[in-house]
């Protein structure tokens, strides 16, 4: 019969010690990498996403008294990434270090959670909503929106919907709508406030044109009204665009008549394109073979925007 070997208690300490030595090891290493991620995640700040025509949509519902959600959407991103003017389309270069660490070791990667979002909702730099929003705790992306539907509580209705009337008359049916705060991050056991800020210029009525002035023009004596038969001339018309982040296009045209005559003589038709918060100034080129006088209207679409103001006598 084989003789049992009896385990010497020194084996056995120096076996506890070196397990507790791994734990220790593994242990520090994942409470550092935890630790390391929550200090790199009080770096960055929260992309709050909400699109013009969900704006525009929501606006104008709550504008014809109806009960609506307002969709957006959430992502973490570097203090240095800027979504007012659009989602944006790159990945900046801390989510490819990220990408790269999760496929190497998954201790180095640990995905954040978000909960509650503080917010505040400015039409025209007047505050219209202010609010703290208590979401579930959800996981957030470094490179996808994580989607919120968010119920604004609109107090003042009236006030709201002047500063929407004053807003599109002044900007040719373009709102500024800012939205502000923080979003509650969780990490773990930790958690921190990220900030975010992003303004969006929603249309909520149909955006047009303005006419600002028009007049006869000859080729060599500038703004006149009289010419001679066969001398050309154009009618010269300026434009302004109020938006201020909407380019406006439209279809112009200009109709000449006869003094007296139904029928108009001349009519040229132009697209006419003006960037935002710039003046246009377009030409309709005439030449005249009958003496009498003239007159020019001048439409956009349905919308007569000169009616006969000046005569041109041509002899």
């Not at 108009?264 to 009498?292: A, C, M, W």
């Amino acid at each position: 019969m084989p003789e049992e070997k009896l385990i010497n208690k020194d084996e056995v300490r120096g076996l506890l010690l070196l397990v507790l030595l791994f734990v220790s090891v593994v242990g520090g290493r994942q409470l550092g990498n935890y630790y390391a991620s929550y200090q790199e995640m009080t770096q960055l700040k929260v992309l709050f996403e909400v699109t013009e025509e969900e704006l525009s949509r929501y606006i104008n519902s709550v504008i014809s008294g109806e009960n609506s959600d307002l969709e957006v959407g959430i992502v973490i991103a570097s203090p240095t990434m800027d979504n007012s003017a659009g989602i944006v389309t790159s990945t900046p270069d801390y989510v490819n270090r990220w990408l790269i660490g999760l496929t190497v070791s998954p201790l180095v990667v640990n995905q954040p959670e978000a909960s509650e979002v503080e917010l505040e909702m400015l039409i025209e730099e007047t505050v219209v909503d202010e609010a703290l929003y208590d979401f579930p705790k959800e996981k957030i992306s470094f490179i996808a929106y994580t989607d919120r539907m968010m119920s604004l509580d609109i107090e003042d209705l009236e006030a709201f919907k002047s500063i929407i009337e004053t807003s599109v008359e002044e900007y040719g049916g373009e709102v500024k709508v800012t939205f502000r705060g923080q979003v509650h991050m969780h990490l773990l056991f930790l958690d921190t406030w990220l900030p975010y800020e992003v303004t969006r210029y929603p249309i909520v009525s149909a955006p047009y044109l303005r006419y600002v002035d028009s007049d006869w023009v000859s080729y060599t004596e500038g703004s006149v009204l009289s010419m001679s038969v066969d001398e050309g001339g154009y009618v010269v018309v300026d434009f302004r665009n109020p938006t201020r982040l909407h380019s406006l296009s439209e279809e112009v045209t200009c109709q000449i008549f006869s003094v007296g005559e139904d029928e108009p003589v001349l009519s040229i038709s132009k697209t006419v394109s003006v960037p935002p918060s710039t003046d246009g100034q377009y030409t309709f080129s005439f030449r005249f073979e009958e003496p009498g006088d003239y007159v020019y209207l001048v439409w956009s679409g349905d919308r007569l925007l000169v009616e006969g103001e000046k005569v041109l006598s041509v002899e």
